[in-house]
């Protein structure tokens, strides 16, 4: 194109150029996805007679909504939810507590290689083990309770936190580090004064996100045995008292749309 | 002072940055670097303080070799050179005293900066600095807060704390009107004759750099064109920097610069 003349150029219609050049390619690629998706589609099988069985059943579902029971499990409820509660906060807590120097580490703008390799391999094995499995290896090895929840959680948070904390340190603004860097300051002042409030607006607002999370996570882990709230809703279900488990998916709504609106406001806050 | 002995940096990429630059500074001598973008002036002065890694050559500070001490030594020797910078760089979500303060953080153990404790002497001198600058009112406001010309002289303040022999400025004016930049030029050279500052000034603006700096360096490819005082500055040496142009409008006459300092 740099031989190109103006003449050759007025009148010729422009269009932005494709993102993928080959012309075959890039047709295979569409037709291929379109393909993929019919068949997918038409490879679920339906058995419309149970559906309409089983409408029965959701229904009662939804209706014990209209009138939950908080009262006839109170007990078994206030218990799950104080147990959710701790193991939420403090595995944020002990969560947040490990991932920002793992966060430090996996930033490669700030650690030296070996360092970066090591934090990076920590953030991947978190994030490839789903919480289910690490609950469930952790039951076996502690027992039922909430202290295999704690632990699963702790670790999750590790492999959320560390890694969306060191993309911003990543994206920070080289500028400003480069500048404090400049006066003669030691690696730790370099970070408390170049690095950390750059990012710090997004490390709170992570870290709230994250006590969101575990908050939910808690109500699955019970599922498993890992205990909080997730127990005493997995035994509802099981007894098939619907109503009360309606009770406790509104209590868990309830927390985390209290959460959310938390977070909003101290995110409005720290900007 | 400062005295630069083959300093070369070839970057990863290959591109040859600075080519054996030789350059003496004696003490309290403002010098101006110009040249076209990409001559290798902000690689310069960051081979100085080795924020760059020069390739080879040498740097000396007095009487101190810097390109081969250890961080520590780095650190040390860092503290007596001042760097002020192109779109000021302060650390946008600290105060502006905190900004100022971090340019005692080589002087200052960690925790003593982490818990934002500083010596009373540091403190009285960063409240001094900003008062010299106009802005001790500003003190505890957001550095974001503060417009492009008062972020600069929070910079310079920055700079100036570390009690430096040397001042490296980048680009000083670059995000200013035009106003402004005089104003912080005018500053910066004030406040280095005060304090007997040798400075190695960065700027793209021939004019300005001709009505407040000593001596010019011109430099073109990663090499030294030209070195002499402000008004040996002619079309010629501007072509031979920059490339072809008309050069009449850009340098300034000793009479107008004597005009200016009157208005």
Same mark, same amino acid.
């Given at each position: 194109?740099?031989?190109?003349?103006?003449?050759?150029? +007025?009148?010729?219609?422009?269009?932005?150029?494709?993102?993928?050049?080959?012309?075959?390619?890039?047709?295979?690629?569409?037709?291929?996805?379109?393909?993929?998706?019919?068949?997918?589609?038409?490879?679920?099988?339906? @058995?419309?007679?149970?559906?309409?069985?089983?409408?029965?059943?959701?229904?009662?579902?939804?209706?014990?909504?209209?009138?939950?029971?908080?009262?006839?499990?109170?007990?078994?409820?206030?218990?799950?939810?104080?147990?959710?509660?701790?193991?939420?906060?403090?595995?944020?807590?002990?969560?947040i507590?490990?991932?920002?120097? +793992?966060?430090?580490?996996?930033?490669?703008?700030?650690?030296?290689?070996?360092?970066?390799?090591?934090?990076?391999? +920590?953030?991947?094995?978190?994030?490839?083990?789903?919480?289910?499995?690490v609950?469930?290896?952790?039951?076996?090895?502690?027992?039922?309770?909430?202290?295999?929840?704690?632990?699963?959680?702790?670790?999750?948070?590790?492999?959320?936190?560390?890694?969306l904390?060191?993309?911003? +340190?990543?994206?920070?603004?080289?500028?400003?580090?480069?500048?404090?860097?400049?006066?003669?300051?030691?690696?730790?002042?370099?970070?408390?004064?170049?690095?950390?409030?750059?990012?710090?607006?997004r490390?709170?607002?992570?870290?709230?996100?994250?006590?969101?999370i575990?908050?939910?996570?808690?109500?699955?882990l019970?599922?498993?045995?890992?205990?909080?709230?997730?127990?005493?809703? @997995?035994?509802?279900?099981?007894?098939?008292?619907?109503?009360?488990?309606?009770?406790?998916l509104?209590?868990?709504?309830?927390?985390?749309?209290?959460?959310?609106?938390?977070?909003?406001?101290?995110?409005?806050?720290?900007? | &002072?400062?005295?630069l002995?083959?300093?070369?940096?070839? =970057?990863?990429?290959?591109? &040859? !940055?600075?080519?054996?630059?030789?350059?003496?500074?004696?003490?309290?001598?403002?010098?101006?670097?110009?040249?076209?973008?990409?001559?290798?002036?902000?690689?310069?002065?960051?081979?100085?303080?080795?924020?760059?890694?020069?390739?080879?050559?040498?740097?000396?500070l007095?009487?101190v070799?810097?390109?081969?001490?250890?961080?520590?030594?780095?650190?040390?020797?860092?503290?007596? %050179?001042?760097?002020?910078?192109?779109? =000021?760089?302060?650390?946008?979500?600290?105060?502006? %005293?905190?900004?100022?303060?971090?340019?005692?953080?080589? =002087?200052?153990?960690?925790?003593?900066?982490?818990?934002?404790?500083?010596?009373?002497?540091?403190?009285?001198?960063?409240?001094?600095?900003?008062?010299?600058?106009?802005?001790?009112? &500003?003190?505890?406001?957001?550095?974001?807060?503060?417009?492009?010309?008062?972020?600069?002289?929070?910079?310079?303040?920055?700079?100036?704390?570390?009690?430096?022999?040397?001042?490296?400025?980048?680009?000083?004016?670059?995000?200013?009107?035009?106003?402004?930049?005089?104003?912080? %030029?005018?500053?910066?050279?004030?406040?280095?004759?005060?304090?007997?500052?040798?400075?190695?000034?960065?700027?793209?603006?021939?004019?300005?750099?001709? %009505?407040?700096?000593?001596?010019?360096?011109?430099?073109?490819?990663?090499?030294?064109?030209f070195?002499?005082?402000?008004?040996?500055?002619?079309?010629?040496?501007?072509?031979?920097? =920059?490339?072809?142009?008309?050069?009449? !409008?850009?340098?300034?006459?000793?009479?107008?610069?004597?005009?200016?300092?009157?208005?």
């Amino acid at each position: 194109m740099s031989t190109a003349t103006l003449d050759a150029c +007025i009148g010729r219609r422009w269009r932005k150029p494709p993102m993928i050049r080959r012309a075959w390619l890039r047709w295979g690629l569409s037709i291929g996805a379109v393909v993929y998706l019919v068949a997918a589609i038409s490879s679920i099988e339906v @058995n419309w007679a149970r559906v309409y069985e089983g409408l029965d059943r959701g229904a009662a579902f939804i209706a014990s909504f209209a009138r939950p029971d908080f009262i006839s499990r109170w007990g078994g409820i206030w218990e799950g939810m104080v147990e959710s509660v701790v193991m939420t906060v403090a595995s944020t807590v002990v969560g947040i507590a490990i991932s920002v120097p +793992i966060g430090l580490g996996a930033a490669r703008n700030i650690a030296p290689l070996p360092v970066y390799l090591i934090c990076r391999g +920590i953030v991947a094995l978190s994030r490839a083990l789903q919480e289910i499995i690490v609950a469930i290896l952790l039951v076996a090895i502690f027992g039922f309770g909430p202290l295999a929840g704690f632990l699963t959680l702790s670790f999750a948070t590790i492999g959320f936190l560390s890694k969306l904390l060191a993309e911003d +340190i990543e994206s920070m603004d080289k500028s400003q580090a480069e500048a404090v860097r400049a006066t003669g300051s030691r690696w730790w002042q370099w970070i408390n004064y170049g690095v950390q409030p750059q990012v710090m607006p997004r490390l709170i607002g992570l870290s709230m996100y994250r006590l969101d999370i575990n908050f939910r996570e808690s109500a699955i882990l019970g599922l498993v045995g890992a205990g909080g709230i997730g127990a005493t809703l @997995n035994t509802a279900f099981d007894r098939y008292e619907f109503d009360t488990a309606a009770a406790i998916l509104l209590l868990i709504i309830g927390t985390v749309m209290m959460l959310e609106y938390l977070s909003g406001i101290i995110r409005a806050q720290v900007q | &002072m400062l005295r630069l002995e083959k300093l070369t940096k070839t =970057y990863r990429t290959g591109d &040859m !940055a600075l080519k054996a630059v030789d350059l003496e500074i004696p003490q309290g001598q403002v010098l101006a670097l110009i040249g076209p973008s990409g001559a290798g002036k902000s690689t310069l002065i960051r081979c100085i303080n080795r924020l760059v890694e020069p390739t080879s050559g040498k740097v000396w500070l007095g009487d101190v070799e810097l390109t081969h001490l250890g961080a520590a030594a780095l650190r040390r020797e860092r503290r007596r %050179m001042g760097m002020i910078f192109q779109e =000021y760089a302060l650390v946008e979500r600290l105060t502006v %005293m905190e900004n100022v303060l971090s340019g005692r953080l080589g =002087y200052v153990g960690f925790w003593r900066s982490f818990t934002r404790r500083f010596p009373q002497t540091d403190v009285d001198e960063a409240f001094r600095l900003l008062d010299r600058v106009g802005l001790l009112e &500003m003190a505890d406001k957001r550095a974001d807060e503060l417009s492009g010309g008062q972020r600069q002289r929070v910079g310079i303040c920055r700079a100036l704390i570390q009690n430096p022999a040397l001042l490296l400025v980048d680009e000083p004016t670059a995000s200013l009107d035009p106003k402004t930049s005089r104003q912080i %030029m005018r500053l910066i050279c004030e406040l280095c004759a005060e304090r007997g500052l040798a400075a190695i000034i960065n700027i793209h603006d021939v004019a300005l750099a001709q %009505m407040f700096v000593q001596r010019v360096i011109g430099l073109r490819l990663g090499a030294v064109e030209f070195d002499g005082p402000p008004d040996a500055l002619s079309p010629d040496v501007l072509t031979t920097i =920059y490339g072809e142009e008309d050069w009449q !409008a850009t340098i300034r006459k000793v009479e107008d610069e004597e005009e200016e300092a009157l208005a």
